[in-house]
């Protein structure tokens, strides 16, 4: 008689992540729905709310992201504190890892990129070069719970990155630091990067959840005098 146990157990092991990809496509496509809808209602997504920065050569140093609040998200004559939602692409345009950071009303909010953003990614391999998403929402933080209604005014982002010299025989590299730039979301694109988000926080083993926001600023050195 031929032992069929492994092939049972296989047959399990698809029938649970099929089942897993279900309940995640079905999420997904109710996240889309609901955003859809929210687009649709006319919420007015501020113009600040999603900012774009790319860093490059991170096999050759560190880069690093700073945010603060500028208040102008205002509740009862008071200015809130932002959730500053991070999402952070590799170069084949997948999402490595997601996280959130609460920065009060002129406050400070510093990440870096290869300790922080890149230090746990979903998947194994340490991306040289990333592209950073930031969505400023209000309420609960939770990178994979934003919705329309949520998106907020009163970010301000900065970031570094090295460039090479290209004038220099041997290669050597520059900082430039500049600010995010400011882009449209769009009603799918929150909720593909929110879902995913969700993915990575419910099978993703503890893997592609970015670090800790300290509140002090990156990316520059000092000296003394």
Known sequence: MIDD??????SL???????????????????????????AQGFSVPTD?????????LNIGD?????TNSGASVANGVSQNLCINLYTFDPQEELISCCTCSVTPNGLVSLSVVKSLISNPLTPAIPTSVVIKAVASLGACNASNVTADALAAGLLSWGTTLHQNTSTAAPTYSVTETAFSQASLSAAELAHITSTCGFIQADGS???????????????????Q
């Open 5 to 10: 146990q492994p092939e049972t157990m296989l």
């Open 13 to 39: 092991h698809w029938e649970v992540s099929l089942t897993k990809m279900h309940k995640h496509f079905a999420l997904a496509l109710a996240t889309f729905a609901f955003s859809t809808v929210a687009f």
């Open 49 to 57: 709310a999603f900012q774009i920065k790319y860093a490059a050569n």
């Open 63 to 67: 880069s690093y992201v700073n945010f």
């Open 206 to 224: 503890k893997f592609g959840i970015c670090g800790g926001c300290p509140s002090n600023g990156l990316g520059s050195a000092s000296s003394n």
